[in-house]
């Protein structure tokens, strides 16, 4: 399988227009994939709060199983700081400034002690396709940024004003390479990484043999699969969705799409991709 690298010209100018931002706010809001946080954690983006208070937001959740709370506990490592929310949902704001409220609770007491009312400004930060516009146009109560379901929509910064706090848009950005492959795949699964860079013959194939291993019942139900190679079970796929060319052949390209956006789209029901050692091998 070819090695998976995504790092466009655009990131490295993001980076260092949040590493010059970063002194006005004083936390982050680091917006996950519910699905795979680990894999949707760059370390680097992480780097740049210099230690301030960080809520992560595990977005998405609606597309995460039971396992996802699991995963939440172990990043937020008992200091509360991690939510999963689903950001189409509009009963999820009152989680987010809930939980901002709470992380910036004793220096706002602090300030009241002196007699002013300080603005908290938040920096949201994420891999491509997270759903951190989604976030802010959620927390906005309008449609405030632009937002899309393809991998780096934002290319600027935006502050947006809340009632009692101030965000700060930023570009999706990936860390300079992947160490752990097997993450970088979770991250073309769900979508971070453009297609257009990647094989989707071997992106389609991975994704039908880490399922059949961890949600084998899900293939079943969805397509007929009860075994088989990777390729067989992409065969299966075409067959129960009559994806067959003229001639009878199989139409492997329409079949690996199809996988992917019904992943994508929840039609494979709930799934996290990521363990538990996953995200206890990172420091968040």
């Known amino acids: 399988m070819k090695r998976i690298q995504w ?5 490295t100018k993001a980076m260092r227009m949040m590493q010059e ?34 809520l992560y937001v595990l977005n998405k959740s609606d597309l995460a199983d039971g396992k996802a709370d699991g995963l939440s506990n172990i990043i937020s490592g008992g200091r509360g700081n991690a939510v999963r929310i689903n950001a189409a949902n509009a009963s999820s704001r009152k989680i987010i400034l809930k939980a901002l409220d709470k992380l910036v609770e004793e220096k706002r007491a602090k300030n009241a002690l002196k007699g002013y009312n300080k603005v908290f400004r938040f920096m949201v930060v994420g891999v491509p396709n997270t759903g951190k516009s989604t976030v802010i146009n959620l927390l906005a109560g309008a449609k405030r940024t632009v937002t899309g379901d ?32 097997s993450l970088a795949l979770h991250l073309a699964y769900v979508g971070s990484i453009n297609d257009d860079i990647l094989d ?4 389609a194939l991975a ?19 009860t075994g088989g190679t990777p390729l067989e079970m992409l065969e299966a796929v075409a067959a129960r969705r009559g994806l067959v060319l003229r001639g009878g052949e199989y139409d492997y390209e329409r079949a690996e799409r199809a996988v992917l956006d019904d992943f994508r789209k929840g039609r494979l029901g709930a799934i996290t991709l990521d363990t538990a050692d996953d995200v206890r091998g990172l420091e968040f």
């Open 21 to 54: 931002n970063i002194p006005a706010c004083d936390g982050l809001i680091y917006v996950l994939d519910a699905r795979c946080p680990a894999a949707s954690f760059n370390e680097k983006l992480l780097k740049i709060s210099g230690g301030k208070p960080v």
């Open 7 to 11: 790092f466009p010209g655009h990131m």
């Open 200 to 203: 989707l013959d071997d992106v």
């Open 207 to 225: 994704l039908l043999d880490e399922l059949y291993k961890k949600y084998p019942a899900r293939l079943e139900e969805r397509y007929g699969i």
């Open 150 to 181: 393809k991998a780096g929509v934002t290319r600027g910064k935006q502050w947006i004003r809340l009632e009692n706090f101030e965000l700060l848009d930023t570009p999706g950005t990936m860390p300079p390479s992947f160490e752990n492959q």
